[in-house]
């Protein structure tokens, strides 16, 4: 009991210095937004969300979590910087706290900035596009935080594996994408089934499971490999 | 199929049968010439 | 070293000759000797390319997979190990995407003109199509990340890579199914006609053999840039340590 207690205090430690720094600045949240937006706006212009509801619900689950997986790649990217200024990652390689709790609370101050994201973007977004959900919205209140979670975890990790990389800026989607597609497949499905009420409740909860199941797979291979990465050289 | 038929670029079947065989000969035989020209690049070991 | 280098070399050409065999075989047997499909006509034949790259191109990705392990297990304790296992690594991610991207094309080609489209989002080609983005990433990786951690960080990438395919192909089977449905333990209705047997069999040891021969190849190109390279860094000590007093 009492290590898991002890780990646990160091990646609420993490969480917590990664909170606070983020509050003084507001940097990523405001960029995510922002940004999140934006890729909205995009979208709205391209085609006529008012005028063709049907094909609106069908494309607005993948343009949704398009947003934001944009948005968390222009955070992730820099949420690892502040870890190289005044050789602060040197320090936490030394401290005897294990670096997958590190990278525990990296991640989830992560995911928290970006669920803030969404809990802003998702009222802008269907009045955007005029939603109307024909299928079970609370749905989505299980479906958002899985997929960004997947995204988040992957996006953590693989920003740090690029941090001393030429190009760093340009690696973490190239490495992210590929190995996020079937969680990304999962969640877009999903919310596609949740907006438009074609999948009925089995599908959508097997789409579920599997998104479930990625993000447990591959939280454990990120928090076994941190280390390693870490101390990569 | 003869060496002629093979060859014949007469309907869109065999024109993609060629294409497809030509396209993993040139794939690999590609591939193969570029190990042999690094080898060639890459200065022996001393020993 | 010494004595070793020259039966190496003919064992290599010896390989390379049975590959080249065994492929030319193959080429008389697909495209000469076995029937005309009943149903596609000739361009049925791609199938005798195609379907035994396809099934060496899923064979390489677990050879890399080992590797990086096996680099990982040795990265602290034997370094020299290490870089062998790392070599092997790189040279199976490139024969992988060679073998993978020979069967994305011949597949296409072959879809355009016997069910007139040139791509569809079925289970199998975008399983495919993904595991090569996966071993493009990797290779990116290698490019890109500083000297000193690539092997390392590409090691570990390879890890979610070895992960991912498994779930990519069970997530998108549930998703759809429009290829052709599997020749080979399939359901009712698969296996091949036995005069076509032949054809196959012969291709898919040439393309194993010739598999194979680019796989180590390329790790002995490999090796030798690595070893290259240490030569080049004890050089430049040795020089170090010439200088007058």
Redesign the interface.
């Known amino acids: 009991m009492k290590p898991f207690l002890q780990y646990s205090s160091h990646v609420l430690n993490h969480l917590h210095k990664d909170l606070r720094l983020e509050w003084r600045s507001r940097d990523a949240i405001n960029g995510m937004l922002f940004f999140a937006l934006l890729v909205v706006v995009v979208f709205g212009l391209a085609f006529d969300p008012t005028a063709y509801p049907t094909t609106t619900r069908q494309i607005s689950g993948g343009i949704l979590w398009v947003a934001l997986l944009f948005a968390s790649i222009t955070a992730l990217n820099q949420s690892w910087t502040r870890e190289q200024r005044n050789q602060v990652l040197e320090a936490q390689r030394m401290a005897p706290s294990p670096a997958s709790a590190l990278f525990l609370g990296k991640a989830i101050s992560n995911m928290l900035f970006v669920l803030v994201v969404e809990a802003v973007l998702a009222p802008v977004f269907i009045i955007f596009f005029n939603l109307h959900t024909l299928g079970n919205i609370w749905l989505l209140a299980l479906i958002l935080p899985l997929g960004t979670w997947a995204l988040v975890v992957n996006g953590t990790f693989f920003a740090a594996l690029g941090l001393r990389a030429r190009n760093r800026e340009l690696l973490l989607p190239l490495l992210l994408l590929p190995v996020s597609l079937p969680a990304l497949l999962a969640m877009v499905q999903a919310t596609t089934g949740v907006l438009t009420g074609e999948l009925d409740s089995i599908q959508i909860g097997t789409w579920i499971k599997q998104l479930t199941a990625y993000d447990i797979i591959f939280t454990t291979i990120c928090i076994l490999f941190f280390e390693t990465v870490l101390n990569a050289e | 199929?003869?060496w002629h038929?093979?060859f014949s670029l007469s309907t869109?079947?065999?024109?993609?049968?060629l294409?497809?065989?030509a396209?993993?000969l040139v794939?690999?035989i590609g591939?193969?010439w570029r190990?042999v020209s690094?080898?060639r690049h890459?200065?022996?070991?001393?020993? | 070293?010494e004595q070793r280098t020259p039966t190496l070399r003919s064992v290599a050409w010896l390989w390379f000759a049975i590959a080249v065999a065994v492929l030319v075989i193959g080429?008389r047997q697909a495209?000469?000797l076995a029937p005309?499909d009943a149903a596609q006509?000739?361009?049925f034949?791609?199938f005798y390319?195609?379907v035994p790259?396809a099934m060496l191109s899923l064979l390489f990705p677990y050879v890399n997979f080992i590797a990086s392990l096996v680099y990982l297990f040795w990265r602290s304790r034997d370094p020299l190990k290490a870089l062998t296992a790392d070599a092997m690594a790189l040279a199976s991610a490139?024969v992988t995407i060679?073998y993978t991207?020979?069967c994305l094309?011949?597949g296409s080609?072959?879809g355009?003109?016997?069910w007139g489209i040139w791509w569809a989002w079925d289970e199998r080609i975008t399983s495919v199509f993904l595991l090569w983005l996966l071993y493009v990433s990797y290779l990116m990786l290698r490019r890109f990340s500083s000297t000193g951690q690539t092997q390392t960080l590409a090691a570990v990438l390879s890890v979610f890579a070895a992960v991912d395919v498994p779930i990519v192909y069970m997530s998108i089977r549930w998703w759809r199914t429009q290829h052709p449905a599997p020749v080979f333990f399939g359901g009712p209705d698969s296996g091949m006609a036995p005069a076509m047997l032949p054809a196959f069999f012969w291709n898919l040891a040439g393309w194993a053999i010739?598999g194979i021969f680019?796989l180590i190849?390329?790790f002995a190109?490999e090796r030798?840039?690595q070893?290259?390279e240490?030569?080049a860094a004890l050089q430049a000590i040795e020089a170090s340590l010439e200088i007058p007093r």
């Open positions: 199929m003869t038929s093979f869109m079947e065999s024109r993609h049968l294409a497809a065989y396209v993993v794939i690999q591939y193969l190990i690094q080898w890459t200065k022996a070991p001393r020993n | 070293m080429f495209i000469f005309t006509g000739d361009i034949r791609v390319y195609h790259i490139e060679i991207t020979i094309v011949t080609i072959w355009r003109a016997a010739w680019i190849f390329r190109l030798r840039r070893l290259a240490q030569d």
